[in-house]
């Protein structure tokens, strides 16, 4: 009876295999795994997930931004590219001034700036560039400042324009030359970069034209510092010791090694010579001009360079929001492309340095000298003149002991050890070249960074106002 009401209790239905699972199956795979049903991450992986996806959806918005800024631009002024040229011209071109960044090894950040951000515009509109770059601070306003003297002499007569070596037909004259760097243009990528280019104007349209040469001058005037002179003998009263005359400088024959350093001393009396035959311009060619003629018209380029742990959150803000760098790239060569121009906005007042650093802190001087004023702030305490002083007196102090060694060495007083066979120390004359080598670093890094420095405001000349132009962003009515 009990098995009967058993047996006709209520059967559970069984779910139908599909033919695919039933084969499934027979594969090995577990029959648990076809039962689990699909369900939310736990918490920990939907934060994960959401992060993740959120900063990789991010970057790929970021850089696709960029590509249609940069195409946008580009279709732009790509018509300019197509238009053809006579067989003797030549096509548009623009120099390009890219300064270092102070506190930045890498001198050639400004440059790759521009290659990244300006140059594919200028290169869809067939626009020709060169790239001018200054290794330390300080350099490419030297180079600024010689560029104009050498303009000047040659305006004067006192020298020769340049020419190729080899005649080629159809070469430009010095006015088409002059004329096509008009029509192209001057491209300053960075405040520092603007800084320094009107350090140089300002001294190449100011001081002398005398072509004097930086390193020969400051040789002469290590020669005179008495950093290698011989030191002083003891002075000694018998003149006979043991038996046998003391061995003194008057009494000793001429060295063989005398003739190694008697050419030490030539290079002073070598450069007076020529410093001296250089200074022959009459003072009525010498004399600052009253006015000066114009110049290739003005690119301001923004540039920030993030450098040290604590800009670290702005290198990030940065890689994520590149559209925002191609943008103004883009915008600044539209700008030069196109060739909408206006005056340079000359600062408010006609103050002096010291004046102006004291009525108006911050360096702010009025108009384009204040081009890009904040990027000053992010290497301020980059470079200290503490840092050279430091160098400097390391250095000093251990050269005593190095000369020694080197004129011990030469005169054959001691034998060399076994250190000094394998690894020679420096010689006298080696030690004089590392000595002006590292002096012309510490002058130069001293006095690129007074130009440079934040609060320090850029230099500027009345008669630049009629001279100076600067590339400006087209209207809404031009650009249609």
Same mark, same amino acid.
């Given at each position: 009876?009990?098995?009967?009401?058993?047996?006709?209790?209520?059967?559970?239905?069984?779910?139908?295999?599909?033919?695919?699972?039933?084969?499934?199956?027979?594969?090995?795979?577990?029959?648990?795994?076809?039962?689990?049903?699909?369900?939310?991450?736990?918490?920990?992986?939907?934060?994960?997930? $959401?992060?993740?996806?959120?900063?990789?959806?991010?970057?790929?918005?970021?850089?696709?931004?960029?590509?249609?800024?940069?195409?946008?631009? $580009?279709?732009?002024?790509?018509?300019?590219?197509?238009?053809?040229?006579?067989?003797?011209?030549?096509?548009?071109?623009?120099?390009?001034?890219?300064?270092?960044?102070?506190?930045? %090894?890498?001198?050639?950040?400004?440059?790759?700036?521009?290659?990244?951000?300006?140059?594919?515009?200028? +290169?869809?509109?067939?626009?020709?560039?060169?790239? +001018?770059?200054?290794?330390?601070?300080?350099?490419?306003?030297?180079?600024?400042?010689?560029?104009?003297?050498?303009?000047?002499?040659?305006?004067?007569?006192?020298?020769?324009?340049?020419?190729?070596?080899?005649?080629?037909?159809?070469?430009?004259?010095?006015?088409?030359?002059?004329?096509?760097?008009?029509?192209?243009?001057?491209?300053?990528?960075?405040?520092?970069?603007?800084?320094?280019?009107?350090?140089?104007?300002?001294?190449?349209?100011?001081?002398?034209?005398?072509?004097?040469?930086?390193?020969?001058?400051?040789? =002469?005037?290590?020669?005179?510092?008495?950093?290698?002179?011989?030191?002083?003998?003891?002075?000694?009263?018998?003149?006979?010791?043991?038996?046998?005359?003391?061995? @003194?400088?008057?009494?000793?024959?001429?060295? =063989?090694?005398?003739?190694?350093?008697?050419?030490?001393?030539?290079?002073?009396?070598?450069?007076?010579?020529?410093?001296? $035959?250089? $200074?022959?311009?009459?003072?009525?060619?010498?004399?600052?001009?009253?006015?000066?003629?114009?110049?290739? @018209?003005?690119?301001?380029?923004?540039?920030?360079?993030?450098?040290?742990?604590?800009?670290?959150?702005?290198?990030?803000?940065?890689?994520?929001?590149?559209?925002?760098?191609?943008?103004?790239?883009?915008?600044?060569?539209?700008?030069?492309?196109?060739?909408?121009?206006?005056?340079?906005?000359?600062?408010?007042?006609?103050? @002096?340095?010291?004046?102006?650093?004291?009525?108006?802190?911050?360096?702010?001087?009025?108009?384009?000298?204040?081009?890009?004023?904040?990027?000053?702030?992010?290497?301020?305490?980059?470079?200290?003149?503490?840092?050279?002083?430091?160098?400097?007196?390391?250095?000093?102090?251990?050269?005593?002991?190095?000369? *020694?060694? *080197?004129?011990?060495?030469?005169?054959?007083?001691?034998?060399?050890?076994?250190?000094?066979?394998?690894?020679?120390?420096?010689?006298?004359?080696?030690?004089?070249? %590392?000595?002006?080598?590292?002096?012309?670093?510490?002058?130069?890094?001293?006095?690129?960074?007074?130009?440079?420095?934040?609060?320090?405001?850029?230099?500027?000349?009345?008669?630049?106002?009629?001279?100076?132009?600067?590339?400006?962003?087209?209207?809404?009515?031009?650009?249609?």
């Amino acid at each position: 009876m009990s098995s009967q009401n058993v047996d006709s209790g209520p059967k559970t239905s069984q779910v139908p295999k599909s033919g695919a699972r039933a084969a499934l199956e027979y594969t090995g795979i577990p029959p648990s795994w076809f039962d689990k049903r699909p369900k939310l991450p736990s918490r920990n992986w939907l934060i994960f997930l $959401s992060v993740t996806t959120s900063i990789v959806a991010y970057y790929v918005y970021d850089r696709r931004e960029c590509r249609r800024i940069r195409a946008d631009y $580009s279709s732009r002024v790509e018509h300019l590219a197509k238009d053809p040229l006579g067989t003797t011209d030549l096509p548009r071109k623009v120099t390009v001034y890219g300064a270092k960044w102070p506190g930045d %090894e890498d001198h050639d950040k400004s440059l790759k700036f521009f290659r990244k951000y300006v140059k594919p515009i200028l +290169v869809a509109a067939a626009v020709d560039y060169e790239m +001018v770059s200054g290794r330390r601070s300080g350099d490419l306003a030297n180079r600024i400042a010689d560029e104009i003297k050498t303009r000047r002499r040659v305006d004067a007569g006192l020298e020769s324009p340049s020419q190729s070596p080899i005649p080629l037909p159809n070469q430009p004259t010095l006015e088409q030359k002059r004329k096509r760097e008009l029509e192209g243009g001057i491209v300053l990528v960075g405040r520092h970069t603007l800084k320094e280019f009107m350090s140089g104007l300002k001294r190449g349209w100011t001081e002398s034209m005398d072509r004097a040469d930086r390193e020969d001058m400051l040789a =002469q005037e290590l020669a005179s510092d008495g950093r290698f002179d011989e030191p002083e003998e003891p002075v000694i009263d018998p003149e006979v010791v043991d038996g046998e005359p003391l061995p @003194t400088r008057s009494r000793l024959p001429p060295s =063989q090694n005398a003739a190694l350093f008697s050419p030490l001393q030539m290079p002073s009396s070598s450069l007076s010579k020529s410093t001296q $035959s250089i $200074s022959n311009i009459p003072a009525y060619l010498d004399t600052p001009p009253s006015t000066i003629p114009t110049l290739p @018209t003005l690119l301001l380029v923004p540039f920030t360079n993030h450098i040290g742990f604590r800009q670290v959150p702005n290198m990030l803000w940065g890689f994520f929001n590149e559209r925002h760098k191609v943008r103004a790239g883009s915008k600044a060569a539209y700008s030069l492309v196109m060739s909408h121009m206006r005056p340079f906005a000359a600062p408010n007042t006609t103050v @002096t340095t010291s004046e102006v650093q004291d009525s108006q802190p911050g360096g702010r001087r009025g108009g384009d000298l204040d081009f890009d004023l904040p990027a000053e702030s992010y290497y301020d305490g980059a470079y200290t003149p503490s840092e050279t002083e430091n160098a400097r007196k390391m250095y000093y102090d251990a050269l005593p002991a190095k000369l *020694a060694t *080197a004129r011990a060495l030469a005169r054959g007083t001691r034998a060399p050890t076994k250190e000094e066979d394998s690894h020679p120390p420096p010689t006298e004359v080696e030690l004089r070249a %590392e000595r002006l080598k590292k002096e012309m670093r510490w002058r130069g890094d001293e006095a690129g960074w007074e130009i440079v420095k934040p609060g320090q405001p850029a230099q500027w000349d009345e008669r630049f106002a009629d001279a100076l132009q600067v590339f400006d962003e087209p209207r809404a009515d031009d650009v249609g």
